[in-house]
């Protein structure tokens, strides 16, 4: 059971990701940078300095349920789920406006963005389904956006979190038909889909240009003499170190924050009207969302307990290659504009009902503004009995995602059920299209039916530490499936360490890291973490192979970056299986592996994050750390679980060898001395 | 506010006042009249430059018979004057405390911010009026917070087994029918809290006109209390000390030390000690609202702090010694919340949070159960910036209502621990202006923000004059059915 099957409802609205983005680059973590914690001049801010971490829903709302192939409801009056708001909640906050937290595994693996401590509740008024989100990364992530405008970053990328609601509650006293059919279900599957996401934050330029006509307008110029460090400071620095756009500051809350640390509130409220005036640019957001906010699209439905939990055991259309590119450089394989798209089949009454999840298949202009008819044309949902061989394909619907409510409604389900002779069980799918002028396979089915997965694919490993979840062995799980079942016992499947050279390619090739300096020294050494031991091959048990991962001391290689991350390839390993076998390049395992020993004393740590995480700026003062007002937070929130939303994201980057230091030292402090 | 009144102007007015004060003080007698003041007022110490005080008789026109009488109805502070000194809003603070502790007369056990000017606030948004219980509290419901944590105290001497602090909140209903006519796309033209008289006329004429209700004692203008609660057996000696009242509390069952399961549905009635208050409102040139905060006097101790003595002298009060353990007065008081041989490094350490079913869980590594507390920034002061001239001024305006107040009146047994607000107006907004914090820079109320006392009340309630500044604003259900409020008490 998954979400691919019935009973389902969607959603869709808006999701926020706010990270903060000062610790987007290993060479912000160099305490050298900081002359002091708020001199930034040498620092790459980004685009959200002063991020709070925040996931969180709005605006979400259930638009359809389906119960069956042929069964569905779009009104509250067929099913009262419909139009319930579904809103991101967390239980240790207690506040029902607040999600959970996003955060990367690390400065040089920004591509697996986890969501933690993030609860789903439907219905803000009485509440009909509440479940705590197990904690993932987001997978599949591409850039959607294709158009010749489209913006060159995330904001046009488009990924989806599978997971997994626990923990439910379920109060059916408005007799929601759906609620109904999950017949008590202790966990659901949940698969959303993100994209749009808006990272292009509003601007304010402080530069002689700009403040000189703050002096002329009336400014003091002890007050703009104050605010020189701002003109150093920058969004980004080029491979030599050259801020691109010297004096340019991203949001107004950040500039605030960094204006008084240099001014009083006297001086700022004199000034500020005038500072502004002459300091705001023009803003031009990357989507047409608010600043850190983009499109979810959401499906929820049953799950079960002996289920992998991240990702569905199901059928898998694959990006094609289309031929070639040709330029004057080069001659580069022609990708599809469209993308993997997770499917399965089921026998129904009158025939095989096929059920795609197109959410995060098919390309759009430029973000959130419907999809790229001119590339798509009419896409057709094909049978592929000759493979991969388009002459051969038999068209067996055309699917309809220029429809109103294709996205918003169904979330990019199409559904439709053949009645023709063809045993789909055992047959390849696949879609064609013919934006291009003539038709072209843009998805397809591997000819073999053959597709895997890793369940867990990122990993946080202590060496020296037994904890079962962060300790120094975990295992991980690659489960391989022929059309949607277990692959035959007995079948080989890899894993491997990328190579501190095929590390960093790989990383800077990713839409969440492309772009980033200081990325050096990946994945070295090589030896700190060891597949399986040594044993680079095995062979699957009822579709599942399983890989010891143990990790040793990798030996403080980044400095003032805790430990190092490993990048690991799977698949499979008999030659007829994966010479028509296409993968999508996000189907690795990432691993951090944390230095055994702390580098720095408890308060340098400390004061490293209030550096890098401007929200915890009070960090930087080693008198904040001691005091009673604030050590016993730090350590209360440092030993919440990894799970908790109090935990994350102060603690990302910290290894359990640290955490205990740090709750040592605290410890010692709150140790009384004998009474006189 | 510091900045509206010339010094020499101000030091000019006090002497009057000493003047005025010993002139009718002799005239009437009225000092010597009111049992069991006298020997308090003698002891008082109001020579201090710094000192915020109060004459017996402007202390009598706060009551509504203009005497001062034990369990007398206080009046609600006109909030359409202008404050001119910071020892003027302290001096709102307290009639404000007063006036919504004051018992209503009507012999059904209300106080009023318990009767018809307040409404409840559920967890849900839901307004409630129920006089003489409180319909509800909860385990930091009142004080969200970062962490949600959950307060527990060893308050043996009022119960016989630990007890959590629960909390309600409260809204007068000028702040109730301001919110309900705002969520309608009413008072299109105001963008904050009100703070003049035509602003708060649309919203009397709203009340009845919309809901046929009278508003009583509108000149408070927006009024939101926070309370801090603990049950107690109402039998205990101590309990007399207390404002109490009739609470439904979840019933909680313990799972394990680390925690204490609710169903969601099981309340019980207890009877709950008040143990803090926070009273915040808007007055004239004051959108951004004063926010002063109440405790009961055996709550904590406070860290040591300096004031001025009765001839400017600098005099250190010393709570707890070098080792960090109670000396002195400090030491022989019992306290609520901070055991004798308890020893300040241990204090303030969160040890459990609720979850958003009720459910409360111990943090890791700690166990259900009592913490220390004390007030790090006595007076809302900071430790490294002390303010002696402020803690001088709410030390004395507190001894002075104290010992005004009549024997007998529980009142006597409540203490502020500070107020603050700024000097332009407006909590912090984003894109400026920046809040200028005037009065306690770092408020706190030990039973409220236990564990974030560093802060000052604007580092939270910032970011917008409605919602971002009252964070129970956008919370809040609309007022749905007329009200039948048209009984003054």
Known sequence: ?676 | MKSKINITLFLALCALIFTFQSCEATAEGDTAELEGTETESENLDPASTYACTITQSEFATWFDTGAITDGGMVNAANSLNELNSDCDTYKWSWQMFLWATSPTGTGNGDIVFNSDTFFDLLEDGTLVEEGGTLTRTMARSAQAGLGNFVFMCDSSKLTPEGAILYYAIHVNDVYAYFNTGKQMGKFTDMDQFPTTQKELTQIVNFAENRFEAKILDSLALTMELKTSWVKIDPNAADAKSYITMKSEIPKYTKVTDQQLLWDGISFEKATMALVGMHVTGSTFGHPEMIWATFEHKDNVPMANYQYYDSGDNLVSQTNFDEQGYLTGDAATANWLFFGKDANMVQANDPRMSVDADGNITAEARKTIGATQVYLTQPFGEAMNNPNAKTNTAIRTINEYITSLLADGDVRKNYNMVGATWTSNGVPGLPGGPAAIVEGSQQLANSSMETFFQKDNCFSCHYGGKLGGLSHIWSKMGELTEPSTKTTPY
């Not at chain 1, 059309?483 to 969440?512: C, H, Q, R, W």
């Open chain 1, 1 to 676: 059971m998954s979400y691919l099957d019935y009973p389902r409802i969607h959603f869709s609205g808006q999701f926020q990701a706010d990270p903060s983005t000062i610790n987007n680059t290993p060479n912000n973590y160099n305490p050298a940078v900081y002359p002091e914690p708020n001199d930034l001049g040498e620092v790459e801010l980004y685009w959200a300095p002063l991020g709070t971490s925040t996931f969180q829903f709005k605006e979400c709302v259930v638009s359809r349920v389906d119960y069956s192939p042929t069964e569905s409801a779009t009104t509250s009056q067929e099913d009262p789920i419909i139009g319930q708001a579904v809103i991101s909640v967390n239980n240790g906050g207690g506040s029902k406006l607040v999600g959970g937290v996003i955060v990367d595994l690390d400065p040089t693996q920004q591509n697996v963005s986890e969501v933690w401590g993030l609860e789903v509740q439907i219905g803000d008024g009485d509440t009909m389904v509440h479940g705590q989100f197990t904690a993932i990364s987001f997978n599949a992530i591409w850039q959607q956006g294709q158009g010749p405008t489209t913006p060159r970053s995330s904001a046009s990328g488009s990924a989806f979190y599978q997971s997994q609601l626990t923990s439910l509650t379920i109060d059916n006293k408005k007799e929601s038909r759906f609620l109904t059919a999950l017949n008590n279900k202790e966990s659901l599957s949940i698969n959303l889909v993100v994209n749009a996401h808006n990272n292009s934050p509003d601007t304010y330029l402080f530069n002689d240009e700009t403040m000189l006509k703050m002096s002329f307008a009336g400014v003091d110029n002890s007050i703009l003499e104050k605010l020189d460090p701002l003109k150093c400071m920058s969004m980004n620095r080029d491979e030599s170190g050259t801020a691109n756009a010297p004096g340019l500051i991203p949001t107004k809350k950040f500039t605030d924050f960094i204006m008084l640390q240099f001014i009083s509130k006297e001086e700022y409220n004199l000034s500020y009207e005038t500072i502004y005036k002459y300091a705001t640019q023009q803003y031009q957001g990357s989507t047409n969302c608010d600043f850190t906010w983009g499109r979810i699209y959401g499906t929820i439905g049953e799950a079960e307990a002996d289920e992998p939990s991240y990702f569905v055991a199901s059928r898998m259309m694959n990006q094609t290659t289309l031929g070639v590119s040709t330029s004057q450089c080069a001659t580069t394989p022609r990708q599809s504009p469209c993308y993997f798209t997770p499917f399965k089949t089921e026998v129904v009454e009158g025939g095989t009902a096929i059920i795609l999840n197109l959410g995060n298949s098919l390309p759009t202009n430029t973000p959130d503004i419907g999809f790229y008819k001119e590339v798509l044309g009419t896409l057709e949902l094909v049978a592929l009995p000759g493979g991969n061989d388009i002459n051969n394909a038999v068209c067996l619907a055309e699917i309809n995602y220029l429809e109103d409510g294709f996205m918003t409604e169904n979330a990019g389900f199409f559904t439709f059920i053949y009645t023709g002779e063809l045993d789909l069980s055992t047959t390849p799918l696949g879609i064609v299209g013919n934006g291009s002028g003539s038709k072209e396979l843009l998805l397809a089915e591997d000819p073999q039916g053959y597709y895997l997965r890793a369940d867990q694919f990122v990993y946080r490993m202590n060496p020296g530490n037994t904890d079962p979840e962060l300790g120094e062995k975990n295992t991980t799980s690659i489960h391989a499936l022929k059309f949607g079942v277990p692959v035959a016992d007995g079948t080989e499947i890899y894993m491997n360490m990328m190579s501190t050279y095929e590390a960093k390619k790989y990383t800077l090739g990713t839409l969440g890291e492309s772009g980033t300096l200081g990325v050096e020294n990946v994945s070295i050494p090589q030896n700190a973490l060891i597949i399986n031991d040594g044993v680079p091959v095995v062979k699957t048990t009822n579709g599942v192979a399983t890989f010891d991962l143990k990790c040793t001391d990798p030996g403080n290689p980044r400095d003032y970056v805790n430990g190092q991350v490993y990048f690991l390839n799977y698949g499979f390993n008999e030659e007829a299986i994966k010479k028509d076998f296409i993968q999508d390049a996000n189907d690795i395992v990432s691993v951090q592996v944390y230095d055994q020993n702390p580098k720095d004393d408890s308060v340098e740590t400390l004061q490293k994050f209030g550096r890098i995480y401007k929200i915890m700026n009070f960090l930087t003062k080693e008198e904040n750390i001691v005091s009673i007002n604030y050590r016993n937070l730090i350590s209360t929130y440092l030993n919440s679980p990894i799970s908790s939303i109090k935990h994350m994201p102060v603690t990302r980057d910290l290894s359990l060898a640290e955490l205990t230091e740090i709750t040592s030292f605290i410890d010692g402090l709150n140790t009384p001395p004998p009474r006189n």
